[in-house]
């Protein structure tokens, strides 16, 4: 027997498949297998892989999904599923006289309520590239930090650099509060992390052609950038802008002198401020002008009450209640919260202002003796008492950081 491609006998090869009217050996088959990969592949980069609306997930299905992991922010949830949705309607489109725009989100909330949860619970619903990008390490370009191309350099390593793929992505841009403008004063200096990197993003929110570098950053000065067309990108923003409630409360507060002043804005309670943010808050924060009109929906994440910070611990599927009974699990071993212990924990967050993030380092000081001694214990159950959460939050000093904290 011979292999019909190669003539190479059975001797001579490790593997001869027999086929109808022939046979096959297997470095044969190994190279057909990559030549038909990379056909494949060289035929989705050129049509783009067009999407099949009966594929698409409906806002009533994503905003289904972001409920089983994202307790609360049931605006925030809205406007994110519509505006993905839309997003893949937008691709669908054919060339026609009505040419439908992108919505760029930014999206305003407290530290700890769920910005970046929402951004990584629906990455993983989504048909097309996604990635998250933190604004923090921008500078313009020629200064220490990484140039702004590169969130575009993260969107083509999620999808091994197929450019058709990339340009249909969704980009989460984090922390944007953190490159707002420093000051109204002119400076002899250049704002180079602020002002400048907003500068350098307009023209990737608007959407243009821009040169990507393959491998990020500037130390690879000889390597051949890749054009990249951002206008089918949809680019979501999310910042905790501390501080924030102070330019809407003095937005709110503008009263005339008189008997008919009406004081039921002055009633507003102070943790509600954010349901009445609006552009021009951003620009009194810092953002530019130019930058606020490409990021056309602005939605806010409400702060999280007892009620909520109580359904976190035990409702979601990554419920931190739930990673910790998995994690002793592993070892044999059942563990059991006490009620009252999921309140004592709640009151503890609300205490330190931390948001669910609170939740996280509360549970894991109290968890980390028991941690540390129950897999060699030998022990089949565990229950974590009031007595024992409170004892451990003594132990680590919890109170006096909390009290120096309010001091």
Not at 111 to 127: E, F, M, N, Q, V
Not at 131 to 149: C, H, K, Q, R
Not at 165 to 186: L, Q, S, T, W, Y
Not at 342 to 361: M, P, Q, T
């Amino acid at each position: 027997m011979h292999c019909s491609f190669c003539g190479r006998s059975s001797r001579e090869v490790q593997l001869l498949m027999p086929g109808m009217d022939g046979c096959i050996c297997n470095d044969c088959a190994e190279q057909a297998y990559l030549l038909s990969k990379e056909y494949i592949e060289d035929n989705k980069k050129k049509q783009g892989g067009a999407f099949d609306m009966t594929d698409i997930p409906k806002p009533h299905e994503i905003k289904a999904y972001l409920d089983e992991y994202v307790i609360g922010q049931e605006v925030a949830k809205r406007y994110l599923s519509v505006a993905v949705y839309n997003h893949y309607k937008r691709l669908t489109q054919s060339d026609d006289d009505v040419d439908i725009e992108k919505s760029n989100i930014i999206m305003v909330g407290p530290t700890g309520t769920g910005k970046t949860l929402i951004a990584k619970t629906i990455a993983r619903l989504l048909k097309v590239p996604f990635t998250i990008v933190d604004a923090t390490v921008l500078t313009e370009a020629g200064y220490v930090g990484e140039d702004i191309e590169s969130l575009l350099t993260r969107l083509l390593q999620v999808c091994d650099y197929n450019v058709a793929e990339a340009e249909r992505g969704i980009v989460f841009i984090d922390e944007i509060d953190k490159i707002a403008r420093k000051g109204d004063n002119p400076s002899i200096t250049r704002d180079v992390s602020g002002e400048g990197v907003q500068q350098g993003l307009l023209k990737l929110l608007e959407g243009s052609v821009v040169n990507v570098p393959p491998q990020g950053g500037r130390k690879h000065p000889e390597q051949k950038m890749i054009a990249v067309n951002t206008k089918n990108i949809l680019f979501i923003c999310g910042g905790a802008f501390e501080g924030i409630e102070r330019k809407i409360a003095l937005r709110l507060n503008t009263h005339v002198v008189g008997y008919g002043n009406d004081s039921a804005m002055k009633r507003v309670q102070r943790e509600r401020l954010l349901h009445y943010v609006a552009p021009q808050d951003l620009k009194s924060f810092g953002l530019i002008p130019e930058i606020i009109g490409r990021l056309p929906i602005l939605t806010n994440l409400e702060p999280l009450d007892r009620d909520a910070l109580r359904r976190i611990l035990t409702e979601p599927k990554n419920a931190i209640v739930r990673q910790y009974t998995k994690l002793l699990a592993m070892d044999g071993v059942e563990l059991v919260f006490a009620p009252e212990v999921l309140d004592f924990i709640v009151d503890k967050a609300i205490e330190y202002k931390l948001g669910a993030r609170g939740l996280r380092s509360i549970v894991e000081t109290i968890m980390i003796d028991a941690m540390y001694d129950i897999p060699s214990s030998g022990e089949k159950s565990f229950t974590v008492t009031k007595e024992y959460a409170a004892q451990q939050l003594s132990k680590a000093n919890f109170d006096v950081m909390q009290q120096a904290s309010q001091s």
